[in-house]
């Protein structure tokens, strides 16, 4: 089946300090990525939606320039938090979607997450 | 975007069947009823997917009745491995429609 990738799986930062995760869609092409973020003992908050070629559409609330978002190819997106603080800490995910198939109904494959420790 | 509630928890034991139900009233005509299920410190894996009636795979069913305002898990013969969060979606999966979570239901398998 399709698979999402996403590294680093685990990464611990200093305050002010940037960090870059991938997403990359291994096995098919991905026009829209989604990227989530998730804290302890809570469901998965949706951040912004990833789009190949263009801008990234963010969620109310979320800082487009703290979190920047990157789709430069069709099987990568890329999310950076900048100027880092601890309360930046959390689970962040990846998900994307393949319509390249046949079926009209498509399933989202997720990453395996992205655990940010701000220290 | 259809908004869906289920039950914040449920507990279990193994080898019982666990049916989870999540409601989900504004369901609209091109939208099919998805369900995920989360590990800790994982991403979101599949479990099935449906628009009506019955489909079963090899580890669920899932059940809709005619005017598709709910849906059911069912979970045959649960296993500690099972214990998880379990995520109803519902949306249009034709589109590029953006995933929105609800709460998802806690399910606890106990020896």
């Known amino acids: 089946g399709a698979v999402v990738s996403q590294h680093p799986s685990r990464v611990i930062c200093k305050s002010g300090t940037s960090v870059k995760i991938e997403c990359r869609s291994l096995d098919f092409q991905a026009t829209t990525m989604f990227w989530y973020r998730q804290f302890p003992k809570q469901s998965l908050m949706l951040m912004a939606t990833s789009n190949e070629g263009s801008k990234a559409t963010y969620e109310q609330g979320v800082e487009k320039d703290k979190f920047l978002i990157n789709h430069a190819s069709l099987t990568l997106s890329t999310l950076t938090v900048t100027s880092a603080h601890p309360e930046d800490s959390s689970f962040y995910i990846c998900?994307?979607?393949?319509?390249?198939?046949?079926?009209?109904?498509?399933?989202?494959?997720f990453g395996q997450g992205t655990r940010l420790t701000v220290v | 975007l259809a908004k869906t509630t289920q039950p914040i928890s449920m507990d279990s034991y193994e080898g019982q069947e666990v049916n989870i139900t999540c409601s989900h009233n504004?369901?609209?005509?091109?939208?099919?009823i998805t369900w995920y299920q989360q590990f800790p410190s994982q991403g979101p894996r599949f479990i099935i997917q449906g628009y009506k009636t019955k489909v079963t795979n090899e580890v669920a069913s899932l059940f809709i009745p005619a005017d598709r305002k709910s849906s059911t898990l069912s979970l045959p013969r649960v296993s500690l491995s099972d214990t998880a969060v379990y995520y109803c979606l519902v949306g249009d999966v034709s589109s590029f429609q953006k995933l929105v979570f609800g709460t998802g239901t806690r399910l606890l398998v106990s020896p």
């Open positions: 998900s994307a979607r393949d319509h390249t198939g046949s079926g009209v109904n498509t399933e989202a494959f």
């Open positions: 504004n369901i609209a005509t091109n939208d099919y």
